[in-house]
Each structure stands twice: as C-alpha cells, then as structure tokens.
C-alpha cells in the first residue's frame, strides 16, 4: 500500500470511525488493501462482538467510501485468538486449561 494513502485511510479512520469505535472499547487495524478492497480487524472489546459485521456495513464501510473513492469496499477479517485456539485444544484433548 501506498505510504500517502497509508496516512489517507489512517486520517479518516481517526476522525470518521474510530471515535465511536472507541466509546465502545474497541478499535480497528488495516490488515491490507488492494483492488479497492479495505480489509480491516476489529480490536479491543470489538474483536470478537456479534454485531462487529453490522458494524462493518453500517458505520466502517460507510464513512471510509465516503471519504476516499480509492476504497469501494470494506471486509472484515475475523481471527480465533491464539488462546482461544489453545483453551479449544485442551478441550477437544479432555483435559482443563
């Protein structure tokens, strides 16, 4: 990704998403873009909330097309945590965590 669109992206996700994002305990990181397509992940208490796809579609999406035409869609890439993964594990092998 481009360094000046870098610092595009970054600019209006601090003014246009990240403050209500914030009142919720949670966060955004670019994760890459490329052909238009804006894949980002949600941190903090957002990481792994039901509504973080409605969230995606109805504010982040929004608010990013708006401010920068380079970006015509917005993905959500969602991640099981490493511990998470680990407590499955344990789990699955019958023995506790």
Do not use: W, Y
Not at 2 to 23: G, M, N, S, T
Not at 53 to 77: H, S
């Amino acid at each position: 990704m481009q360094e000046e669109l870098q610092k595009k992206i970054e600019q209006a996700l601090d003014e246009r998403v990240r403050p209500a994002l914030h009142d919720h305990g949670g966060d955004v990181v670019v994760t890459d873009f490329a052909d238009g397509v804006l894949k980002i992940r949600m941190t903090g208490r957002c990481s792994n909330c039901p509504s973080a796809t409605i969230t995606t579609e109805q504010l982040i999406e929004k608010e990013m097309t708006e401010a920068l035409p380079e970006i015509k869609r917005v993905v959500l890439i969602t991640q099981v945590s490493d511990e998470l993964l680990d407590m499955a594990r344990a789990i699955l092998e019958h023995r506790m965590p």
